[in-house]
């Protein structure tokens, strides 16, 4: 399977904890997005990378949430001190820029449960 | 201040007739916009795309509208069929080697057997 890879695909935690979470993206794409998606929302950005340069981060991204991708190619999302209303899908996707307007793929997400 | 509006939460035609879902969008600067399908439990899947230099833009059973001056796009699937039943997403993004997708809140639509 060559599409975008998200692991875990469910984490249940302790609200407080940390999480991390992983994505592997198709791999000739240099562009990896992270979005966060909540029932009857659609997917909200959060952070995208360039290689390995992390070029945007959205205000959405507090200061407890952080996202590398150190060698350019699978990214990690973690989450310090899980907060309730971080309870939501986490959705990896990855496009390449050889070419003007190319679309994401997305992966399947990884649906975490804060209780 | 949503971007990319979808008034429709939710959509239900009959098996064999046509499925419209609409989307709106605010900023001028979008010159890219795109549609997912989305099924529960999965990640959006790519449907379509159109750019701001076309105004339509057909793939099959799918057809995007675009009407820039209105700020308006429309996906039609023709003929509906149930498998076709999902959460669609409306995207657009400003171009330009692709920075941030913007997305819609999504339209449920059900296809009638």
Known sequence: DTGVSQNPRHKITKRGQNVTFRCDPISEHNRLYWYRQTLGQGPEFLTYFQNEAQLEKSRLLSDRFSAERPKGSFSTLEIQRTEQGDSAMYLCASSSNQAPN???????????TVV | ?????????????????????????????????????K???EGPTFL?????????????????FLNKSAKHLSLHI???QPGDSAVYFCAASEGNYGQNFVFGPGTRLSVLP
């Open chain 2, 78 to 80: 023709v003929p509906s």
């Open chain 1, 102 to 112: 190319t679309e994401a793929f997305f992966g399947q997400g990884t649906r975490l």
């Open chain 2, 39 to 41: 099924y529960p439990a």
């Open chain 2, 1 to 37: 201040d949503q971007q990319v509006k979808q008034n429709s939460p939710s959509l239900s035609v009959q098996e064999g007739r046509i499925s419209i879902l609409n989307c709106d969008y605010t900023n001028s600067m979008f010159d890219y916009f795109l549609w997912y399908k």
């Open chain 2, 48 to 64: 379509i795309s159109i750019s701001s230099i076309k105004d339509k833009n057909e793939d099959g059973r799918f057809t995007v």
